[in-house]
């Protein structure tokens, strides 16, 4: 039991425990604090990946308890429930996480990566529970929990761990990808050597030592333009290739792409690099037939690249730091370019940069899902089909109202087009129709975490506005578009392409 010292603990709950039967466990961890006054508080961090944070370690503080409990840390809100422990242990505050599986060993990766002594409880509690066998494990684990409450925070941390971010540069190919797989620093395909002198050739006189993203997740190391340069000849790429690699990260590195999550939640998704303008043709990255699928080098390294830059200075290792649960081929590599010469619309960089501009958009989500429709000669008829794919009980923006990317092949945009529609139009279309009956999604899913007006409409919106909407034409010939439904939480980020020695202005499309 606490002892006289902890007169008071502060529970926070980040709404995590309301799924399944895990409120039964909070519950029991309150009632077990019999000697000590309790407040509750419940709040979702979900898609919180540092913004807000420290305000929110702020707040915690004031309310002047000696000890918090945080919980739950068992998925991607995993870094994001560390990360607030550790702002309260800076506070002088004793603080414990409470981790579930496969958040726990996250945790204990950022712990180890950070702050080496962060007390973490595991708390293994399962959807199929029952309330009586949650409470259960809620007690096995509060013996653990009073000894780190007990326990106040050092005055100086254990010196953290690193990620290993570089590799030998005099190492044969075969020894490079063993140290690589043995290190879990690869994605498991083979890999090009990174000497020095491909290395150089892939910086192109840019400096290694930029910096492309201060904070990656979950290592809290920073991601430079030589970390992303070793990426790129690791995946394949051609120098050619290494701007729109670079403006990836640059992007990534947007507060509201929330990068911290998205590199380690359990959901199967990727990120899609959309290239768009003139320099992406120039680059050759493939627009038309089969441009979402393999056969073209500078589509699968580019995606391969940026994703390999997550794994080597960020550590999110899969099954380690990225915790998907079943993960996706999206997470290997997802990248195409927009095929301007079949759309009969401007291409996503007139839109938002100028038709003189080349970019590049980032979008976290699943993969490509196929909408076939052969039959349809009106706009109507093509985007129902797109509206119903987009709106299933499995997708997470049934429950968190977020963005969607659609992917239409040239023949269903001129349809569009010829019926009168603008991309604008379609963009509306969508977000009045991409949407469930709030009775059919009710008890389904996640725990739904909208906007107030959304949950006041039914049908329930999928889509938080016309703008968060993305349109695109891709592809060949035939009747197959495709949507990307989106991990939710967060926002796309487009960026005009980065040049060798200058830094983009950033701007995105929200």
């Known amino acids: 039991m606490p002892g006289e010292v902890l007169r008071s603990v502060l529970v926070f709950d980040n709404t995590k425990f309301a799924f399944a039967n895990y409120q039964a466990a909070r519950d029991e961890l309150v009632a077990l604090l019999i000697t000590a006054t309790v407040t509750v508080v419940s709040r979702s961090i979900r898609g919180g990946l540092g913004v807000g944070l420290a305000d929110l370690a702020d707040e915690l503080a004031s309310l002047g308890h000696d000890a918090v409990v945080l919980g739950f840390a068992d998925a991607g809100v995993t870094p994001a429930t560390t990360r607030l422990a550790l702002l309260l242990r800076d506070r002088r505050i004793p603080t414990v996480v409470l981790a579930g599986d496969p958040g726990v060993g996250l945790a204990r990766q950022i712990a180890e990566l950070q702050v080496p002594d962060l007390p973490i409880v595991h708390l293994p509690l399962r959807q199929w529970m029952t309330a009586s066998e949650a409470r259960?494990?809620?007690?096995?684990?509060?013996?653990?929990?009073?000894?780190a409450l007990d326990t106040p925070p050092p005055l100086t941390s254990a010196e953290p761990a690193r990620v290993i971010a570089v590799v030998p540069f005099d190492a044969s190919a075969g020894d490079t990808f063993e140290w690589l797989l043995e290190s879990g620093l690869t994605d498991g395909l083979p890999v090009i050597p990174p000497t020095e002198p491909l290395v150089e050739r892939m910086l192109g006189g840019r400096s290694p030592d930029r910096i492309l993203i201060s904070d990656l997740a979950p290592s809290g190391q920073e991601q430079t333009v030589g970390h992303a340069a070793l990426a790129s000849v690791l995946a394949g790429c051609a120098p050619q290739h290494f701007s729109f690699v670079v403006t990836a990260l640059e992007a990534m590195a947007a507060p509201e792409f929330?990068?911290?999550?998205?590199?380690?939640?359990?959901?199967?998704?990727?990120?899609?690099?959309?290239?768009?303008?003139?320099?992406?043709?120039?680059?050759?990255?493939?627009?038309?037939?089969?441009?979402?699928?393999?056969?073209?080098?500078?589509?699968?390294?580019?995606?391969?690249?940026?994703?390999?830059?997550?794994?080597?200075?960020?550590?999110?290792?899969?099954?380690?730091?990225?915790?998907?649960?079943?993960?996706?081929?999206?997470?290997?590599?997802?990248?195409?370019?927009?095929?301007?010469?079949?759309?009969?619309?401007?291409?996503?960089?007139?839109?938002?940069?100028?038709?003189?501009?080349?970019?590049?958009?980032?979008?976290?989500?699943?993969?490509?899902?196929?909408?076939?429709?052969?039959?349809?000669?009106?706009?109507?008829?093509?985007?129902?089909?797109?509206?119903?794919?987009?709106?299933?009980?499995?997708?997470?923006?049934?429950?968190?109202?977020?963005?969607?990317?659609?992917?239409?092949?040239?023949?269903?945009?001129?349809?569009?087009?010829?019926?009168?529609?603008?991309?604008?139009?379609?963009?509306?279309?969508?977000?009045?129709?991409?949407?469930?009956?709030?009775?059919?999604?009710?008890?389904?899913?996640?725990?739904?975490?909208?906007?107030?007006?959304?949950?006041?409409?039914?049908?329930?919106?999928?889509?938080?506005?016309?703008?968060?909407?993305?349109?695109?034409?891709?592809?060949?010939?035939?009747?197959?578009?495709?949507?990307?439904?989106?991990?939710?939480?967060?926002?796309?980020?487009?960026?005009?392409l980065s040049s060798p020695d200058a830094r983009p202005t950033t701007s995105t499309n929200r």
Request: some cysteine.
């Open 136 to 147: 259960a494990v809620a007690r096995e684990s509060f013996p653990s929990v009073i000894a």
């Open 258 to 496: 929330a990068l911290w999550q998205t590199a380690t939640s359990t959901n199967p998704s990727g990120t899609l690099i959309v290239a768009s303008g003139p320099l992406a043709d120039d680059a050759g990255i493939h627009s038309g037939l089969g441009c979402l699928g393999p056969g073209f080098r500078a589509n699968a390294t580019i995606g391969r690249a940026a994703n390999l830059a997550l794994i080597l200075a960020g550590g999110a290792i899969p099954g380690v730091g990225n915790l998907a649960t079943q993960g996706s081929p999206a997470q290997y590599s997802y990248c195409f370019a927009e095929n301007l010469t079949l759309s009969p619309w401007p291409g996503l960089h007139a839109d938002r940069f100028g038709p003189d501009s080349t970019t590049v958009t980032v979008f976290h989500g699943e993969g490509p899902h196929n909408v076939v429709d052969m039959v349809s000669l009106d706009a109507s008829g093509i985007l129902a089909g797109i509206a119903s794919t987009s709106a299933t009980l499995g997708s997470n923006n049934t429950y968190l109202t977020g963005e969607l990317m659609v992917i239409l092949c040239p023949d269903h945009a001129e349809i569009i087009a010829r019926s009168g529609w603008t991309k604008r139009d379609v963009q509306e279309y969508l977000f009045e129709n991409v949407r469930l009956p709030a009775q059919l999604s009710a008890g389904h899913g996640q725990v739904a975490v909208r906007p107030d007006w959304a949950n006041a409409l039914d049908p329930v919106p999928a889509i938080l506005d016309p703008d968060a909407v993305t349109v695109v034409v891709a592809g060949g010939h035939g009747g197959h578009s495709s949507v990307a439904l989106p991990w939710a939480m967060n926002r796309s980020v487009t960026l005009p």
